[in-house]
């Protein structure tokens, strides 16, 4: 038994006799508050997530079906990446035969073996149009946490307009709080106190957000 198994196994102890009657935490929390800024169409949000992403400096692009192969195949051509993270629920469809060599996440692979890799391809759980934030919550198609975080180029593929959104307590609506959510607005960025940036601290340098409608 390790540290972290006997600090909850007394928590779980201790809270043995409470009843629910006690637990005031497990109230329903009433949400009455504003749930988006104004009336969107769907095309209408999706247009306001690419504005917002790219106000984010993120380098946002659109595409069908028929085409995310070819453009995935390009922007990692373009980065100069010799391989790419693959998830292990990433759609089959998305990456073209030919490429960089594909690196298959496992948990054997260490935080030093990720950051060697030049690119990683994801999906998302939801998208988040007034705050152009990306949350990724390692469902197949994303996987966990840290490939998203290591490798220096992300490219993070939006089913639109299914997977949009206009507010912040829109996508609490569609999100488990019992998985690991990451939410990304921009590529990682940072600032001393005289304000000079600096990319890549901690996360990738470079996100791309590929629209898929």
């Known amino acids: 038994m390790n540290s972290r198994e006997r600090i909850l196994g007394r928590v779980r102890r201790a809270l043995a006799d409470v009843t629910p009657e006690a637990r005031p935490y497990e109230e329903a929390v009433p949400r009455d508050y504003l749930r988006a800024h ?3 169409t769907a095309g209408e949000t999706v247009d306001l997530l690419a504005e917002n992403l790219a ?3 993120a380098i946002v692009h659109r595409a069908g079906a028929g085409e995310l192969p070819a453009l995935v195949m390009r922007l990692l051509a373009e980065h100069g990446s010799q391989e790419v993270l693959v998830p292990p629920g990433l759609p089959p469809g998305w ?3 030919d490429g960089p060599v594909r690196i298959h996440d496992r948990a054997a692979l260490t935080a030093a073996r990720l950051d060697r890799v030049d690119s990683v391809v994801t999906g ?7 705050t152009g934030t990306l949350v990724l919550d390692g469902s197949p198609d994303q996987g966990r946490r840290r490939i998203s975080l290591i490798p ?3 490219i993070c ?7 949009v959104v206009s507010s912040v307590p829109q996508a609490l609506e569609r999100l488990d709080a019992a ?4 939410w990304i607005s921009g590529p990682s960025a940072t600032s001393d106190i005289e304000l000079d940036r600096v990319e ?12 898929l409608g």
């Open 55 to 57: 106000d984010y400096r």
């Open 95 to 97: 990456l073209a035969e």
């Open 38 to 40: 104004g009336e969107r």
């Open 179 to 182: 998985r690991p959510l990451t």
């Open 152 to 154: 220096d180029h992300h």
């Open 200 to 211: 890549g601290v901690h996360g990738p340098r470079t996100l791309e957000v590929i629209l």
């Open 124 to 130: 998302c759980a939801v998208a988040i149009a007034e």
């Open 157 to 163: 593929v939006v089913r639109v307009p299914d997977q």
